[in-house]
Every structure is written in structure tokens, then in C-alpha cells.
């Protein structure tokens, strides 16, 4: 029996030290897993700062869009108020005349919105094209480490 005593104890030293190296293990996993929570933190952190930059410029591009057409809608239409047509109309005595001026303002009308239209085309190509810019901003930012 005291031959089998060294051998238990030199089992008891094994265990201990395979307990002891089971602690460190899992200490190294704890810290790892610790690290990669981190990264992953700042990482969505990072994303979603983007992602609120991109938004805060898609809608300034916007806002200077409206502006930008309802500037030009106003410029047109206080040219339109400003002109002396009520006063042409008034001294218009003769049907044909009238019949004249009539084809002539709707001939401006047609040219009007024509050059309407083609400005909203213009707006669109360049919102499309914006919104594309933007987009490829955002893909190539988030490609970045």
C-alpha cells in the first residue's frame, strides 16, 4: 500500500497541472472572446456612423434639390406676374388679334413646359447619378478596415 502512494500522488501532481493548464486554456478563450466583442463593437459602431452620415447627406442633397427647383420654378413664374399682359389684353380691340396673341401664348406655354419637363429629366439624371455617387461612397467606406 505505501508503493501505492508516490503513484497517487505523482496522478494527484498530473491532474493538477492539466487543471491548471484547463484555466489558462479557458483564460486565453475568455480574453479572445473579450477582443473579437470588442471589434465587433467599434466595427457596428463605425457602420452605423456611416450609415448616419449617409443619410445626413442624401437628405442635404435633397433639401438643395427642392431648393434648387423651386428656385427656378419661382424665377419663372415672377418673370410670368411681372410682364404687362393684363394691360396688352385691354387695348385689344380686334377678334383676330386676339385669336393671334391667344396661339401665340399657348405656342409659349407648350415651349414652357417642354423646358418644364426637360429640367425635371435633368433632375432625376442627377438625383440618380447622386444616389449612385453615394451609394458607391458607402460601398467603398465600408470596404475599408
Do not use: F
Not at 409659349?108 to 433632375?123: F, P
Amino acid at each position: 500500500m505505501s508503493q501505492d502512494i508516490p503513484q497517487w500522488l505523482a496522478e494527484i501532481q498530473t491532474l493538477r497541472q492539466q487543471l491548471a493548464e484547463a484555466h489558462q486554456e479557458r483564460d486565453r478563450a475568455y480574453a479572445s472572446a473579450l477582443n473579437w466583442q470588442k471589434l465587433y463593437e467599434a466595427e457596428a459602431r463605425q457602420r452605423r456612423t456611416d450609415a448616419a452620415l449617409a443619410q445626413q447627406t442624401l437628405e442635404e442633397l435633397r433639401q438643395q434639390l427642392a431648393q434648387m427647383q423651386n428656385a427656378s420654378v419661382g424665377q419663372n413664374l415672377g418673370d410670368m406676374l411681372a410682364s404687362p399682359i393684363p394691360t396688352e389684353i385691354e387695348q385689344l380691340n380686334d377678334v383676330a388679334e386676339l385669336r393671334q396673341r391667344l396661339v401665340a401664348a399657348l405656342q409659349t406655354c407648350d415651349r414652357w413646359k417642354q423646358a418644364l419637363e426637360q429640367e425635371q429629366e435633368q433632375h432625376a439624371q442627377t438625383r440618380k447619378s447622386l444616389t449612385l455617387a453615394l451609394g458607391d461612397a458607402i460601398d467603398l467606406l465600408s470596404k475599408r478596415p
